[in-house]
């Protein structure tokens, strides 16, 4: 398979907009309310957020190509861009994402490896993430790979408040 890593950049923001508006669409918009999604979409996605979240010197993101298509994304976060405290230790995956037409071609398995290689590079001791309890697809993928569930914490989608299980990879 013809796979390659970019490390997003201030230049690339149009094109991380589309794709995580696409995929986040694809991804929760059957469970939740119209009005939900547009909040988060307009707050998180949208080109000043995401160039601030961009230019975040402990945030990265990270897109995926097959050929010449965009596949998928990560985000990662360390030390306090992390969205739970006490986790210095840590490398967060706030996003993990690949567009419904290339799940199930192991990419999803890439981007994981990719976020295992950037927590070693920066010494991290483990690799955490929060998902939706209802994302039972993400959930089975994550155990797959090793994660365990240590806790749990509130997401906000819009007006609803959402249970995420909070899941942790040891990496030494
Ligand atoms: C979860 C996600 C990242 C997985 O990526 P993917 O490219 O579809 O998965 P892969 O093809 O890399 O699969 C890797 C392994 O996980 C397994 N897997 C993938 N989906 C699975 C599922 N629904 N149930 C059980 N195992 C699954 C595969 O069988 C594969 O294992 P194998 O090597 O033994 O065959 C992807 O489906 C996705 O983007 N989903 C929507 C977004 C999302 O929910 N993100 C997580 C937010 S917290």
Do not use: C
């Not at 939900?36 to 307009?42: A, E, K, P, S």
């Not at 969205?83 to 690949?98: A, D, F, S």
Request: glycine share 8%; no cysteine.
């Amino acid at each position: 398979m013809n796979t390659r890593f970019k490390k997003v950049e201030a230049s690339d923001v149009a094109l991380l907009q589309e794709i995580s508006r696409k995929t986040f669409l694809e991804t929760y918009a059957a469970q939740n309310t119209a009005e939900n999604m547009q909040h988060y979409l307009d707050k998180d996605f949208g080109l000043e957020s995401l160039l601030a979240q961009i230019n975040n010197p402990d945030s990265g993101f990270h897109l995926v190509w097959l050929g010449d298509q965009p596949a998928g994304y990560l985000k990662v976060n360390t030390g306090l861009s992390q969205t739970e405290p006490n986790m210095e230790q840590g490398l967060e995956i706030e996003r993990i994402y690949v567009l419904q037409e290339f799940q199930g071609m192991k990419i999803g398995q890439l981007l994981f490896e990719h976020s295992i290689a950037i927590a070693r590079k920066a010494g991290k001791a483990y690799i955490w993430l929060g998902v939706w309890e209802e994302n039972g697809k993400a959930i089975a993928f994550y155990q797959k790979n090793g994660f365990v569930q240590f806790g749990t914490h509130v997401f906000k989608l819009g007006g609803d408040e959402q249970t995420d299980f909070l899941m942790k990879l040891d990496l030494k």
